[in-house]
DNA sequence: CCGCTCATGTAACTGGTTACATGATTTA
DNA sequence: TAAATCATGTAACCAGTTACATGAGCGG
């Protein structure tokens, strides 16, 4: 079972009973771009969590429109709960590809002012993020999912995490001249 | 052009003149897992790289042992230098993916000591990163090469935010109860 | 001489992507 | 009544992956 899977198992266990439809514009609208909640990875996927019996699905038809409603199943369930307990795989634990970071390897090749540029545009689309990321953790609050904004405020810290590194490299190369 | 073809272009820069194995290599023992260093995903793009005039080839025989040493050209060098000045695209500061967060979204689904188990394997598997990024730093600088240490002092941030956010949890499910 | 590293590549596969096709329902 | 949203899917594509094949050079 992939993360995607899992992932959409988890979101059906939140929605649920739920279409492909819904569980796929969670992806689009989630300010995280890793899936993107493309129609041909969603629906296929679901197709098969529900072939797979992790899934089950009851065909709701009002008048000549058709919907398949997704409900999680026991045996869903219990592959989410073993999902989220020990162990990990290392993978899981392992540091993210930040297209920042990977630029930043290369900035010997930039001069002083093109560096302060590189330095500043980070700072600005990373700060950015936050009100979009704070906006969130709100949605969740209000919804009342603990959890979801718990974790939605995980890549609050992230940011944070990036911006602290961006003022960092600037005190550095201040010191390095 | 594709961040993997330019992150190669910067370690053609770094490394170069040098084979498209070393290359491979440098994907190969990064603490990074985003692309695994692949000879199928390497050789190819080394080469596109190469006949799109971003690299320069020399063929170097010695006794019969042919290997190919690749170099920047001025063209590669500027291709490098407008990726790392802005604008940058928005997608360079979006929130990463991390599997562990994703997970967390489900919390809700354990119990009060399976959470915690959780908890406790998040802290551990994160923490256990610390030391192998730090020496990895302290590879870089005993290298001389102060960027790709600045770099890669950013994971050492994302790793400690993501430590923090867990530590987070735990004082908030405290306080819930 | 055995196993490891250096070195170059190809072939089949995979897990997604974009784009397209279709049609009902809702809203401005 | 036009446009947006809900809803379900397929087809072509793509950027990677794993696995395989081949062979030279080198250290124990």
Redesign the pocket.
Same mark, same amino acid.
């Given at each position: 079972m992939?993360?995607?899977?899992l992932t959409i198992l988890g979101i059906v266990w939140k929605k649920g009973p739920c279409?492909?439809?819904?569980v #796929?514009?969670e992806?689009v609208t989630s300010p995280s771009s890793?899936?993107?909640?493309? #129609?041909? #990875?969603?629906?296929? #996927?679901?197709?098969r969590l529900a072939r797979r019996r992790y899934l089950k699905a009851e065909k709701e038809s009002?008048?000549?429109?058709?919907?398949?409603?997704y409900t999680i199943t026991e045996r869903g369930l219990e592959a989410l709960r073993q999902w989220l307990l020990p162990p990990f795989p290392d993978s899981a634990a392992q540091i993210t590809f930040d297209p920042i970071r990977t630029r930043a390897y290369f900035l010997a090749l930039l001069g002083r002012d093109q560096r302060k540029a590189f330095l500043d545009e980070a700072e600005e689309k990373l700060g950015a993020q936050i009100p979009v990321l704070r906006a969130e953790c709100e949605r969740y609050r209000r919804a009342g999912d603990s959890f979801s904004e718990i974790a939605m405020s995980g890549a609050l810290f992230e940011i944070e995490g990036r911006l602290e590194w961006i003022r960092a490299i600037r005190n550095k190369l201040v010191d390095l001249g």
């Open positions: 992939s993360d995607l899977e279409t492909s439809y819904v #796929a514009r992806f890793h899936w993107s909640g493309s #129609a041909g #990875a969603i629906y296929p #996927a679901v197709q009002d008048r000549g429109r058709t919907r398949r409603l």
